[in-house]
């Protein structure tokens, strides 16, 4: 076979036919030869001409031609179903690399809960834009949860027991749900023995509708479980303002070990009933949360490789329990 046979229509070079199995796919998602050409930064007549040969090649018609649209025919459209994935996983494997090459830069929004996010987030952040100065951060802290593709965030740090489906999610560490109280408050009130008695206690608690109602677990293989309706003094929407309660003495309240780590180190409060395990509060692990896509970009996987490594340890600290409220 000659090399004017190898180079026709009919049994084209592979790296053209490449080519045009590819046009052929923007081809459908663009809806017209005039829109492909523009995607693909070339003349309409030069779409046109590729798309002939690669029906040339396949012997059946690929697309339909109206006076109003074109449609792919049957063939048409399992070609581009079968080639699809693969030119995207050709188009990622391209963009990784070209990250690689590329020092890490660009915008990555975050949204955090207020406590965790002053506490804990903003710190690593700042050590994060010391070996980034290319990257910056916006940090957007609220307790409301964010519909991250709706309003714009490329990651999301939640407090919560599993992270959604339909996204990407990273385990940054585990946590877990404290029941304390300050020495100044045991040695005033005392501390209960049994869930049942919080309810005589004053009990500081989070700005949620309805009453406010703790549950406790113990043991396994059915665990015992008690719920008891509590109430207090004061009620608050952030894990900060009880903390600073707690720190007065105010009552025992239910907050994450990530708000109460420093004092907890301090020996300035004391473990309640350690027993027992708050149930059905809050989640057991802080998440990294982003909107599925099939590729994550380079500044974002490196912010988040950056907080599992500095928050791994977690947030528990050596705890006092209520067994010496005097500390002594």
Known sequence: ???????SPLAPRDDLLWQQVHWLGVIAAAGSLTAAAQRLGVSKAAVSHNLALLERRVGVPLVRRTTRALRLTEAGQRLVDDTTPAFARIAHSVGAAHALAAAPRGLV????????????????????????????????????????????????????????????????????????ASRGYARRRGLPTHPDALAEHD?????????????????????????????????????????????????????????IAVAQRANRLLTVLPEWRPVGFFGDAIYAIRPWSPTIPRAVHLLVEHLRHAMAPGFGPAEATSDRPDGG
């Not at 076979?1 to 180079?7: E, H, L, R």
């Not at 916006?138 to 996204?167: M, S, Y």
Request: charged content about 20%.
């Open 203 to 259: 009990c500081l608690t989070y700005l949620r509708p309805g009453a406010a109602v703790w549950m406790f677990e113990r043991g396994s293989e059915p665990p015992e479980r008690v719920r008891v309706t509590v109430q207090g003094p004061l009620r608050a929407n952030t894990s900060e303002v009880l903390r600073e309660a707690l720190l007065a003495g105010l009552g025992l309240a239910l907050v994450p070990d990530f708000s």
């Open 109 to 180: 929004r975050v949204t955090a809960p207020v406590a965790l996010g002053r506490q804990h987030v903003a710190p690593h952040v700042l050590e994060f834009l010391r070996q980034y100065p290319d990257i910056r951060v916006e940090l957007d802290l609220a307790d409301r949860l964010v519909n991250l593709p709706q309003e714009g965030f490329d990651l999301a740090i939640r407090h919560v027991a599993a992270p959604p489906d339909n996204t990407v999610a990273w385990k940054l560490c585990a946590t877990r749900t404290r029941l304390v």
């Open 1 to 7: 076979m000659n090399n004017d046979a190898m180079s």
